[in-house]
């Protein structure tokens, strides 16, 4: 497994932006397929989106489709969530996620229970 960190969550008004950063270590970064998920209180923890290996590939869950934007940099261990025009639905707990298995195989299911490796989390909150 590999260890995940997040942080550059905080409290942004409406229409705000905030950038997440996730870094890892322990294994070698490039071999995990990396995502970011949120959970607000009293609600399942979702996808929010997901990146390939390589960063060749994306997908976005629709709720920030258009508006939030996964990156990653190897050769950093870090994976980032660029999160632009803000609403107060994006209010929640955002975690950092990482598995071994391949985006193809990972992309049509997109469950918590695929990701092996989780951070601790960092909070987002947009005020209205």
């Known amino acids: 497994q590999v260890q995940l960190v997040e942080s550059g969550g905080g409290l942004v008004h409406t229409g705000g932006s905030l950038t997440l950063s996730c870094r890892a270590s322990?294994?070698?970064?490039?071999?995990?397929?990396m995502a970011w998920f949120r959970q607000a209180p009293g609600k399942e923890r979702d996808f929010v989106a997901i990146?390939?290996?390589?960063?060749?590939?994306?997908h976005y869950a629709d709720s920030v489709s258009g508006r939030f934007t996964i990156s990653r940099e190897n050769a950093e261990n870090t994976v980032f969530l660029q999160m632009n025009s803000l609403k107060p639905e994006d209010t929640a707990v955002y975690y950092c996620?990482?598995?071994?298995?391949?985006?193809?195989?990972?992309?049509?299911?997109?469950?918590?229970?695929?990701?092996?490796?989780w951070g601790q989390g960092t909070q987002v909150t947009v005020s209205s």
């Open positions: 322990g294994r070698t970064f490039s071999a995990y397929t």
């Open positions: 990146i390939s290996r390589s960063g060749a590939y994306t």
């Open positions: 996620a990482a598995d071994a298995q391949p985006y193809t195989m990972i992309i049509d299911r997109l469950q918590v229970t695929d990701f092996s490796s």
